[in-house]
Structure formats: structure tokens, C-alpha cells
DNA sequence: GTGCAAATCTGCAACCTCTGCATTTTTGCA
DNA sequence: TGCAAAAATGCAGAGGTTGCAGATTTGCAC
């Protein structure tokens, strides 16, 4: 399989592992703009023209694991069963996500120390959040039956994805869970379900593909 | 009153028109990225240093005039009539951005064309529309009863935003408008007000105060 | 009209991110 | 041990943005 890939790939992930432990120390320590490359590649020993081959911009270090994030969102949404909608299968998604991470780890303290004292990270996290709504839009229109970029589809992915960002707020509280975590998933859905359904009831329904 | 503000402020406003004027030509022709501030300042027969005296950044001269709009939002929130919710009062006043623009401008058109072929511009673009949450979860968590940062209210207030978005959307399609716009935005208050009624069947209410 | 003080404009130097390119070093493997 | 691919590096440069100091323009009082 793909777990051994040699040395050399085994180094190159040792060294990304390392500009980003050193990286987020630093943007933690001083703030991420007061961080500049030079400093992070003299902290991570390798030259500063190097660490544009590992990260295509200082932002991305401190986001450095989303792609997993998402390539495990759309898997999950892909493969959903029969009769499971969009919907269903993002809570159940989530439920896991909040399951098999430990949200109370130094490093992701930090991450969020770090994001949250920086305006251009957070305009960094929001890009992320549109296109994790964007992968959510694909199966939420199909549910609908709407396209993509319908208003119900982009309203119903837009909360979602609200509510995504407040669990990250959640865990930014001080120290314990104030609030069962799941719970506030589920308001969230009571949220939505109940959104839509209202749509359902005052609207038939869209003209649909004439035209 | 403040209308005639001498010589040295009109010549002010109107340099910072020509700006906006040259540059946006420039962008719409060639796109975002592919315009230098050095042409820009040329263009516009100032000194590139000159440039940053009149916007903080490039991007910020297609966004020119949002100030206004962010001002008058603000106003109509802060002003609305007894018994008006937040929700009312948003509604009332996009009815009211919606009479008094003009869509079809081509400077509407240029600017949503720029916005739309340049990634960075839509990330600012984005960054806005949180200015725009920002606002309204002001109100909203007054109405709601909930602190600012809750997740009712973030919800509440992302559905909404993307109610704005979807409008930008609407008056993209090539010409005319496909629905009514005021029938767009009624449709976003169907399901935001569906949503909240759900939650307030389903959850008592938030423990509130206590700790 | 003259002159002065404040507001503007301008040029300069510098810092920083990020890119392309050519060169050197390292690594995997025969 | 040697060769080819991969990775690291150095260099030069473009472009956004800022601080600073000097030159210009403007508003206004006299």
C-alpha cells in the first residue's frame, strides 16, 4: 500500500510536520503578521525559498490539515445510503468529527489562539467555510432538487456552515464543554428542517428546468 | 451644513472619483490582479503614493461606496419603530436598496463583473457580507434574547446574508430579472422566520443568564 | 495681494510576500 | 559506485504597502 513511501517522502512529511510546529509557535508567540517567511524557514532550518514548495502561502500553515477535512466530507457525503439525505448525513458526519478529534489539544488551542488574533486568518477560515459549503451545495441541491446556486440551497448550506463555525467558538470558551456539543448540532438542524419546511408549505415549488 | 465643504474637499472627492472611474475601467479590461497600482495612479494623472492617501488598498476601489451602504443599514436598524423586529426592519430597508438603485447601471454592471473574474475580489466580497452579519446580529440578538454570538443568531444572520448574496446573483443574469427581487428576499424571510419558530417549539429557551 | 499654517502630494527607501529560473545537493535505486 | 529524479537553494525581480521628509497647494486672515 501507500503507508511506506520510502524516505524520502517519510522526510519530506517530517519537515512539513516541522514548519508547522516551529511556524505556530512563532505565530503564537508574536502574532501571525508579525511572523515573517525568513523567520519561519530559519526556524524550521531550511531556506526561505524552501518553504514555498512545502506551503503555497504563510496562510496556509496554519490550515495546513483542511484538505483531509474536506476529501473526508465528501467522501462521507458520496457515499451516503439510500434514503439518507445531505442533510442527515453532514450531522452524522459531524457527530464523528467531534468524536475523533481532541479539540482540547495544545495545538489546536493554539490554532485557534492564533486565528482568532488575526484578521487575515479569519478571512483565510472564511474562505475555507465557503467552499465547505460549496461541497455541501453539490448533494443539498440534489435533495431539493434545485440548482446549485438556487436561494433555498445557499441559504440552508449558509446556516449550516454558521453553525460550523460556532462549534469552533464553542471550544474557544475558556476551558469544559459549557454545552453538549451535539445538542448544539441539532439545533442547528431543528433550525434548518424547520426553514425549509416552511418554504415547502408557502411555495409549490420552483418553474424548475423550463427555460 | 456639511454640503459645501470648500474647494480642497470637492477637488478631494473628485480626484477619488476619477480613481474609481480609471481604475475600474482598467480592471473590467484586463482584470484585478492584472492592473498594478503604478498604472492605476497614471491613469488617473496622480503619484502612485498618492494612491494609498485615497484607499487603504486596491481592492477597496471597487468596494468604494460601501461605507454608505453599511452606514445606512445601520441607521434604519438603529431606528426602527416599536414592535418592528430586526427581521421587519432589514426587509424594509432592502426593499427600500432595491428602489433606489440602480441595477443596471454600468457601473453596477462593470463592478459586478470585475468582482466576479477575480478571486480576491470575492474574498473581499465575502469579508463584507461578515460586516453585514455583524450588523444585524446586533439587532437580532436583542430581538432573540440571546447573546450576540450565539448560535441562533448567527444563524438567523448567515441565512440572511445569503439572501444578499443571492441578490448580487440575481441581477448577474444577463439581462432582466428573472423573478422579482422583492419575491427573493420574501422568500429568505419565510425561511429564516420557519427556522426560528422551530426552535422555539423544540427548545424551551437558552438557561439564559445563569453562568 | 501677501503670507502663513495646515492639508496634500510626491519621491524615496524599505519591507514583505510570492514567483520563475538556473544551480547545487540529496536521495532512491540499479 | 554511479545515474536520474527529486528536492533544496540562491538570485533576481515584480508588486502591494508603509514611513518619512521635502515640495506644493490651498484656505484664510490681514
Redesign the pocket.
Known sequence: MATEQ????R??QR?RELIVQRAMALFDERGFEH????EIAAAAD??P??F???F????DVVFHDFDVFFASLRERLAARAEGESTLDALRDWLAQMLAGMDHESPAEQCRRRVIVASPALQAHDRELITRFERELAHGMAADLGEPEDSLRVRMVVAAAAAALQELERVFDKDAGLPEDPMAVIDEVFVFVRGGVEALRESAPRHPGVTS
Chains 1, 2 share one sequence.
Open positions: 520510502g524516505l524520502r517522502e522526510k519530506k519537515t511572523v515573517t517567511i525568513a531550511i531556506a525559498r524552501t514555498f514548495g512545502y503555497p502561502s504563510k496562510e
